[in-house]
């Protein structure tokens, strides 16, 4: 009986679960490099040794040449005399038969839109590796797979946020929903707003004192009026972005890690009014869209009914604690 073998998405992914990238920089990919000189027969023992990596890229010092796709060498070597002329001989000469286009895209840009770019190209080359191109120089190979991969799989999520969204209302609606009830919201909303790092920037009081402890929660005395970027979120009442913040002189003193360069703050209400924010942080220069702010209102409306249901709980206890 024929054995079926390891699904390939299991060995890029071998947990199973495929994360949600902000952008096809977080994709794995393949670093892979070799100057135009180097024999070609080292190449395809490095590539039958690693079956996962899509090809090699070729450079010249630190000029790129071209990419050898993995499909494209290993069908030319197959061919009549293919071994005989090229094996032995650098791998630039094989380079140069393939005429393989560079097809090079930023590491910040996001997969729905590599994935329609990178299907746009000539028949030929629709499935070659496409190069990703750092904002240091360097350069790395994502197999058109993976792409499309995590395109599928960002669909996916679409589709099952609804059931998540269920999940969170019911939850919100039981007497006392515990504070594990914040991380499904962020996870969630990573479902259609991807993002590196979530923090909820909350007044500091003893109403929410509960959740000092939590990892996503930070409580400030007067956060809203520390800083002038935080002043904005409240005055605007609404979502509130920034393309880069290494741009924004007044980025100095917001909460956030230092590796952010896209950020978003939408503001964070109870019963009182405006108490704080959800702040979202990329690593990459990835604007949010309008339709992920939109995303992230519906889900901060689900953190304000948690903390309205807990200033309702403490105000209880109060009432309670002072009664006896």
Not at 283 to 298: G, I, L
């Amino acid at each position: 009986m024929r054995v079926n073998p390891v699904p390939h998405y299991l060995n890029i992914f071998p947990t199973g679960h495929i994360p949600v990238p902000v952008c096809i920089g977080d994709l794995p990919l393949s670093n892979y490099m070799v100057s135009y000189d180097t024999l070609a027969e080292k190449v395809v023992n490095h590539l039958r040794e690693n079956p996962l990596v899509p090809g090699a890229v070729v450079t010249q010092g630190k000029r790129l040449l071209g990419v050898l796709p993995r499909h494209k060498m290993f069908e030319r070597l197959g061919r009549r005399y293919g071994v005989e002329l090229f094996l032995t001989k650098p791998v630039g000469d094989l380079l140069m038969e393939l005429h393989t286009d560079v097809f090079s895209l930023k590491s910040q840009l996001p997969i729905n839109t590599a994935a329609k770019l990178a299907l746009s190209r000539s028949q030929d080359g629709t499935y070659d590796p496409i190069v990703v191109e750092y904002d240091d120089g360097n350069y790395a190979l994502l197999d058109m797979y993976v792409l499309l991969l995590s395109q599928s799989q960002l669909l996916s999520n679409m589709n099952g946020v609804i059931s998540s969204l269920n999940d969170i209302e019911t939850i919100l609606s039981s007497e006392s929903p515990g504070r594990n009830i914040l991380e499904l919201i962020l996870e969630s909303l990573r479902l259609v707003a991807p993002y590196h790092e979530a923090e909820i920037i909350i007044q500091n009081n003893s109403t929410y004192e509960s959740l000092r402890s939590n990892e996503h929660v930070k409580l400030l005395d007067d956060p809203l009026r520390s800083n002038e970027i935080y002043r904005s979120v409240l005055t605007m009442s609404q979502p509130f972005s920034i393309e880069d913040v290494r741009m924004v002189p007044a980025w100095n003193g917001v909460y956030a890690s230092s590796n952010t360069r896209s950020w978003m703050g939408i503001p964070v209400t109870d019963q009182n009014g405006i108490v704080g924010l959800l702040t979202l942080s990329r690593f990459s220069v990835s604007p949010f869209n309008n339709n992920e702010k939109e995303m992230a209102q519906v889900f901060v409306r689900y953190i304000n009914t948690f903390l309205m249901n807990l200033a309702r709980q403490t105000e209880r206890r109060y009432i309670y604690n002072k009664a006896i």
